[in-house]
């Protein structure tokens, strides 16, 4: 079975550095997925997958995005930058992607991003998506821009009161919070993660899956959303760029649905012209973690095939 082997990459500013993990398979690899993961995690969360992948002769490489996992200094778990956080946010994704087009070249390059990497990565493509061959988005949503809009004042308030570096547990749970009670009271309060309660656990379980996001990081991060939803820059993504959007049927960044149906129509309103979409019933958030991850993982391996 594969093991994954760690990298470091100093950031472009000079001031600190990004920590990486690429899982190659036995044989030489046909292509290579590059994971940008979602919020509150880090890559060596996404092991399982990689090896799985790695069986089908296809690499992963992923970072820690910065303040989350080994990226972060102690610290700074949380904390994207003092300032412009989301141009360090891409920037590193950016660099995590040189990297990989040097290690791996001649070979397809897909962007796969989770949850708060798939929004990233939907800003990442209007910038670099003649970078990629393919581009994979998982666990995402889109939601109306007046709502955007309410919850960028909301967090905007929070950081001129507080400062960018200031942490709000209260809209810690006003953001991520209310996910929960979509689902019936069990032994975790991240049974929307996934429907595997050892998982839900596991995720509880891990120190770089417990801190409170700053207050100037949920300011980058809703700016993200409303960029999207604005089409800001869209204009830049490449219209054949092969699109796929994933999601369970019973997550709530998706809707159920509606959000992942959303975010496609952003992308067809603009010109993109190949955009598939699929939805797996009774799966939440987390589809790698999920009862049904093999079929995910084989899925995702036949896509991969056709580009």
Known sequence: MAQGKDFYIPFQNGSGRIHGICWEPEETPWAVIQVAHGMI???????????????????????????????????????????????RVNGAMAQVARFAK???????HILLGHSMGSFFGRRFITHY???????????????????????????????WLEGRNGRNE??????????????????????????????????????????????????DFFQVML???????????PKNLPILLISGEEDPVGEGGRGVRRAMEDLQETGCTNV????????????????????VFGDIVDWVSKL
């Open 276 to 295: 598939a979409m699929q939805l797996y019933p009774g799966a939440r958030h987390e589809l790698f973690h999920e009862t049904n991850r093999e079929e």
């Open 129 to 159: 998506g003649e970078w990629l061959d393919g581009a994979i988005f998982m666990g995402t949503g889109s939601q109306p821009e007046p709502l955007l809009w309410l919850g960028g004042t909301v967090v905007a308030a929070a950081a």
């Open 102 to 108: 040097h290690k791996f070249q001649g070979i397809p």
């Open 227 to 237: 960029d999207l939803k604005r089409k800001r820059g869209f204009d830049g993504i």
């Open 170 to 219: 209260r809209l810690h749970q006003l953001v991520l919070g209310s996910y929960n009670r979509y689902f019936e009271k069990g032994k975790t309060e991240h049974q929307w993660l996934s429907r595997v309660t050892e998982e839900d656990e596991k995720y509880e379980a891990d120190p770089y899956c417990q801190f409170l996001f700053t207050d100037g990081a949920f300011v």
């Open 41 to 87: 995690e880090h890559i060596g969360r996404y092991e399982e997958f990689a090896q799985a992948i790695n069986r089908a002769g296809i690499a992963v490489i992923g970072h820690d995005h910065p303040g989350h996992g080994r990226t972060a200094k102690p610290g700074e778990l949380g904390e994207f930058a003092e300032k412009n956080g989301v141009r």
